[in-house]
């Protein structure tokens, strides 16, 4: 499994609120919440994000409340991968439960910068920033959590076997 795309740029500390604001929570069609996806830092990205497209952000990325439609955003406005140099633990969870592909890697994280083109081998764990020519080894998917991931989901995952 991979992923390639260009390369939104974020820093430390990027919460759940940030990424999709409360006001937007009661919204149920997930084209809609994701036309909001990080609107309050930056307000550009739903109108320059392509499928397919990497979000890199340094520490604790996807901090404070708990809920899913964080990482719903994020895939949903198309985004293939997030890589960052840590999760916030819950957000971590929900991304692979709703099968949003995220791997950990400070280095790449560090090194990566917006508009760069990088591509992800899920299985390796390596990251290619083939703009720079440069490679990095993030944490790869355990098996059966690249399976949830290529299902869309826990939920498919489950209703699969």
Same mark, same amino acid.
């Given at each position: ?30 084209? /809609? ?12 990205? !739903? =109108?320059?994000?392509? #499928?397919?497209?990497? @979000? ?47 791997? /950990? ?12 083109? !990088? =591509?992800?081998?899920? #299985?390796?764990?390596? @990251? ?34």
């Amino acid at each position: 499994m991979k992923a390639e795309g260009s390369v939104f740029k974020y820093g430390d500390n990027v919460d759940t609120d940030v990424i999709i604001p409360a006001r937007y929570l009661n919204i149920q069609d997930m084209k /809609e919440l994701a036309s909001h996806c990080m609107e309050d830092i930056d307000k550009e990205f !739903v =109108e320059k994000v392509n #499928d397919g497209d990497i @979000i890199v952000a340094n520490r604790n990325f996807g901090c404070g409340s708990s809920r899913e439609h964080a990482p719903i955003a994020i895939k949903t406005a198309g985004v293939s991968c997030v890589i960052a140099e840590t999760f916030a633990r819950i957000f971590y969870r929900n991304a692979i439960n709703i099968g949003l592909p995220i791997i /950990e890697c400070p280095e790449a994280a560090q090194d990566i910068e917006a508009g760069d083109r !990088v =591509e992800v081998d899920f #299985d390796s764990g390596m @990251i290619y920033d083939r703009t720079k020519g440069t490679e990095y080894k993030g944490q790869p998917f355990p098996e059966f959590m690249q399976k949830i991931i290529e299902a869309e989901g826990l939920v498919n995952y489950i209703n699969q076997n």
